[in-house]
């Protein structure tokens, strides 16, 4: 089993419509739950971090994490043509504990 | 310019050459980190370090070898290149462990 577990997607979407990406996980000794956007062919670029449950908002994207199901959402709100890309959730109990999902492909159609 | 960079982007080599991958960031970080990330696998961290000459195993360290006499510096190596590390090798770093950025990545071929 993985540890962590993301669809793949892909998810496509019209412009302006609410986005909403989603992981869940099996380890409950997770902590820090990261976003990270990744556009083809480049590295990942961090979005937002949460650090145990909770919400946590900037600008248009939000995350949320419930521990007690072991789910965490990205919400993207008024979405853009530019917010095509992949989006990787990332989890991590410690230094060398860091643990990706595979990545839910998006596509905004303007 | 600041910021975190890789070399080279792309690289072929053939099983049993050893290879060395180059990361270096300009900003500091303490931490520095090494993934690969394959189809239907995403990213897997291979070693990270957490400051100049601490260095630790990640998921999959197995094959790869790690240095960092330097902050700004932490170059991995595949001893004896073998298939199986066909791939694309992220190197990232940051102030802490959560707040990673990734550099451009190096796509590896081992034929």
């Known amino acids: 089993q993985k540890e962590v577990e993301q669809d793949p997607g892909p998810l496509s979407v019209p412009e302006g419509a609410i986005v909403s990406l989603n992981c869940t996980y099996s380890?409950?000794?997770?902590?820090?739950f990261m976003w990270y956007r990744q556009y083809s062919r480049k590295g990942p670029e961090l979005l937002m971090y949460?650090?145990?449950?909770g919400n946590k908002e900037d600008g248009r994207f939000t995350a949320q994490v419930d521990k007690s199901s072991k789910y965490i959402s990205l919400f993207i709100r008024d979405s853009q043509p530019s917010d095509s890309a992949t989006y990787l959730c990332?989890?991590?109990?410690?230094?060398?504990?860091?643990?990706f999902g595979s990545g839910t492909k998006l596509n905004v159609k303007p | 310019d600041a910021g975190i960079t890789q070399s080279p982007r792309y690289k072929i080599t053939e099983t049993g050459r050893q290879v060395t991958l180059m990361c270096h960031q300009t900003?500091?970080?303490?931490?520095m980190f090494w993934y690969r990330q394959d189809l239907g696998h995403g990213l897997r961290l291979i070693y990270y370090?957490?400051?100049?000459?601490?260095?630790d195993k990640g998921e999959v360290p197995d094959g790869y070898v790690v240095s960092r006499s330097k902050t700004e510096n932490f170059p991995l190596t595949l001893e004896s290149a073998t298939r199986s590390q066909t791939s694309v090798y992220f190197c990232?770093?940051?102030?802490?462990?959560?707040?990673?950025?990734f550099g451009p990545g190096t796509r590896l071929t081992v034929l």
């Open positions: 990232a770093s940051g102030k802490t462990s959560h707040e990673q950025f």
């Open positions: 380890n409950s000794a997770f902590q820090y």
């Open positions: 949460t650090y145990s449950s």
């Open positions: 990332a989890m991590s109990a410690g230094f060398n504990k860091f643990y």
């Open positions: 900003w500091s970080h303490s931490y």
């Open positions: 370090s957490a400051a100049a000459d601490i260095t």
